[in-house]
């Protein structure tokens, strides 16, 4: 297929998706956003590996920059896997994430710029403003890779999951644990399964309003 014909068939497929969807309905808003809540306690049911699947096939099509793609994921959901993670966790949040019945560790890549020419042909020379700069790389990696973990807590609902999102590990053992022989760099955790309704233990936190946190100028 020619360049010409795949622009074409793709403003083709987004004309096509407009006409048929506007906006979430009310459902798809409650499912997604309004009360979705983050997870602490799990129904004893098994996350498949066509769920997982799905998750990521859903994850992908989130944006980054210059279409980087950095993070990476290592789904933990063996008990000898789970033993492994537990004492990289802080005492808080050992047991809910050996409940869980999947836990993602969300990573990034620090040599993310080595697949520019495939995920970027526009600009393949990008990729040496990078290469030439650890430290702006692994800025960059950490921020895309952050952007993709919220797409991850939306994947997750959207196939009919919960998420519990987390920082509180360490990432230098979690490193050495799971990511050595790689260039990778853990950034945060997130269980997943079907959440049991025992871990919500109140209402939901309150949110700042429009006015009090956004302004238009």
Same mark, same amino acid.
């Given at each position: 297929?020619? +360049?010409?014909?795949?622009?074409?068939?793709?403003?083709? !497929?987004?004309?096509?998706?407009?006409?048929?969807?506007?906006?979430?309905?009310?459902? *798809?808003?409650?499912?997604?956003?309004?009360?979705?809540?983050?997870?602490?306690?799990?129904?004893?049911?098994?996350?498949?590996?066509?769920?997982?699947?799905?998750?990521?096939?859903?994850?992908?099509?989130?944006?980054?920059?210059?279409?980087?793609?950095?993070? !990476?994921?290592?789904?933990?959901?063996?008990?000898?896997?789970? +033993?492994?993670?537990?004492?990289?966790?802080?005492?808080?949040?050992?047991?809910?994430?050996?409940? *869980?019945?999947?836990?993602?560790?969300?990573?990034?890549?620090?040599?993310?710029?080595?697949?520019?020419?495939?995920?970027?042909?526009?600009?393949? +020379?990008?990729?040496?403003?990078?290469?030439?700069?650890?430290? !702006?790389?692994?800025?960059?990696?950490?921020?895309?890779?952050?952007?993709?973990?919220?797409?991850?807590?939306?994947?997750?609902?959207?196939?009919?999951?919960?998420?519990? *999102?987390?920082?509180?590990?360490?990432?230098?053992?979690?490193?050495?644990?799971?990511?050595?022989?790689?260039?990778?760099?853990?950034?945060?955790?997130?269980?997943?399964?079907?959440?049991?309704?025992?871990?919500?233990?109140?209402?939901?936190?309150?949110?700042?309003?429009?006015?009090?946190?956004?302004?238009?100028?």
């Amino acid at each position: 297929m020619s +360049e010409e014909q795949a622009l074409a068939d793709a403003h083709a !497929r987004i004309t096509d998706y407009r006409s048929r969807i506007q906006t979430l309905d009310g459902n *798809a808003a409650d499912l997604m956003f309004r009360e979705a809540r983050n997870h602490n306690a799990w129904q004893d049911k098994e996350v498949s590996d066509d769920k997982l699947r799905e998750i990521w096939d859903l994850m992908k099509y989130g944006s980054t920059s210059a279409n980087t793609l950095p993070a !990476r994921l290592i789904f933990i959901r063996s008990a000898e896997a789970k +033993e492994r993670l537990k004492p990289c966790l802080m005492p808080a949040n050992a047991d809910k994430t050996m409940a *869980a019945p999947v836990t993602a560790l969300l990573a990034y890549d620090l040599e993310f710029f080595t697949d520019f020419a495939k995920l970027y042909p526009i600009r393949p +020379e990008m990729a040496d403003m990078y290469s030439s700069d650890p430290a !702006r790389a692994e800025k960059f990696a950490f921020q895309q890779s952050s952007l993709q973990g919220a797409y991850l807590i939306m994947a997750i609902r959207a196939v009919g999951l919960d998420a519990g *999102a987390m920082g509180g590990f360490n990432t230098d053992a979690a490193d050495a644990e799971f990511l050595g022989g790689k260039n990778w760099k853990s950034n945060f955790l997130c269980n997943i399964g079907y959440g049991d309704l025992e871990g919500i233990k109140g209402p939901r936190l309150y949110r700042y309003g429009f006015d009090e946190v956004c302004d238009i100028i």
